[in-house]
């Protein structure tokens, strides 16, 4: 079996298991208990909170423990509106190909009287900075752009984007769950005041992630109850898997460069191999991505047969948002790059690991470029492209 959706979720490293199991035997305590196995799992908690600030730059104090990204998203978007509402600011600005638990947010917004601004990418995938200046306006209270894209992967200008949002006076929120623990992220560097991040996305487990708030910004609570995480998220805190995911982001962080430029050379080759099927088209920057993305567009066959047909050889991928897969949608990502409905309906997203090897990289290409051929061999789509009916598009 050749896993290839570690963009959906990743295996958890030895490390973050090895953690977590500790944690559960050892430190059960509840933090918030005063006696010596609760103040354990008090210093176990605290210890990684100083771990991951340390890995993207921040304070301690600015790191609340989360269930994953969707929920940090959530509150960091929701906070900043609290924050613009209160000073009569009611625009937000964002991009067209954000996370679902970031539009989705947004819509509820606009229902309650934001007025939504979202940028066009374009069809390299990239937002551009002076788009984001020129959308800016006295009224605008947040700015909301992905680190990098969840689907095809393209790594956005971050740090450009941060600091015209500090020259304007205006808070800055970056859904980082791609991005953390893949490339260097750094809050200060980057003129960040909000980030998300989600553990199973660099090896930790799923159902806890983190928020970065710059210190001074006001969160609004989503969870009420007791006075956990200082009073911003209600509940005993999931501190095995808090542990684990620390853990899984300082071995992330510790070897990324050695990572990133074994996973970039496979990275490529995909792209070199699948680049020879006629009527495809990689989507997306090809340079300016994440190490371990390629996305495809084959022109004449539906991307879930593709998927499918590339199970029985042995190949787990998909064609795009483990959150939105049982949609029959095209991708909201692919449509925003411009790509036409019957074009986006065959994609295939390919998000390599570092255990992928050489020998694996051959075996995708040989087997997507052989179930591309028959699936278009019985498409009458396919026919009448070849025979002219209809022009092709790629």
């Known amino acids: 079996m050749i896993y290839a959706d570690n963009a959906a979720t990743t295996r958890m490293s030895e490390a973050a298991l090895h ?26 908690l605290e210890e990684a909170r100083r771990s991951v600030a340390e890995v993207i730059g921040a304070d301690p ?25 209160k000073n009569g600011k009611m625009h937000i600005v964002s991009s067209a190909f954000e996370h679902h638990a970031v539009l989705h947010t947004l819509e509820k917004l606009e229902k309650e009287g934001f007025e939504i601004t979202l940028l066009d990418v374009h069809e390299n995938g990239i937002v551009r900075p002076e788009e984001v200046e020129a959308a800016l306006r ?12 969840n689907e095809i992967g393209t790594i ?11 020259k304007h006076g205006v808070l800055f929120h970056t859904d980082a769950v791609q991005a953390v623990g893949h490339i260097p992220v750094h809050v200060v560097d980057d003129q960040v005041d909000l980030l998300s991040a989600s553990a199973h996305k660099f090896h930790g487990p799923k159902g806890v992630g983190f928020l970065f708030a710059r210190k001074g910004i006001r969160l609004a609570n989503l969870i009420e109850g007791g006075a956990q995480e200082n ?104 449509l925003a790059i411009g790509r036409v409905h019957d074009v986006a309906h065959g994609s295939l997203r390919l998000s390599i690991g570092e255990d992928l090897t050489d020998e694996d990289v051959d075996e995708i290409i040989r087997s997507v470029t052989e179930v591309v051929a028959y699936l ?3 498409s009458p789509i396919w026919r009448d492209l070849e025979s002219g009916k209809k022009q092709h598009i790629l």
Do not use: W
Request: aromatic share 4%; glycine share 10%; with cysteine.
């Open 231 to 334: 009073g911003k998220r209600a509940g005993t805190e999931n501190v095995p898997g808090i542990a684990a995911m620390a853990a899984a982001l300082k071995e992330a962080a510790g070897r990324m460069q050695e990572t990133a430029i074994s996973l970039t050379e496979k990275r490529n080759k995909l792209i070199r191999g699948l680049s020879g099927i006629p009527h495809s088209a990689l989507n997306g920057d090809e340079m300016r991505r994440l190490p371990g993305n390629v996305n495809f567009c084959f022109e004449g066959i539906e991307g879930e047969s593709l998927l499918l047909l590339l199970d029985d050889k042995g190949i787990e991928a998909s064609s795009g948002s483990a959150c939105t897969s049982g949609s029959l949608d095209p991708s909201h990502v692919l």
């Open 61 to 85: 104090r600015e790191i609340l423990f989360t269930s994953g990204g969707s929920e940090a998203d959530n509150q960091a978007i929701l906070s900043a509106a609290a924050i613009g509402r």
């Open 19 to 44: 953690t977590m199991v500790s944690v559960i035997r050892e430190n059960y305590g509840n933090p918030s208990s005063l006696y010596s196995i609760g103040q354990r799992a008090k210093e176990t």
């Open 138 to 149: 006295a009224d605008t209270c947040l700015v909301t752009i992905m680190y990098a894209n």
């Open 156 to 166: 956005q200008p971050i740090r450009e984007i941060g600091s015209i949002c500090r």
């Open 376 to 378: 278009r061999s019985f």
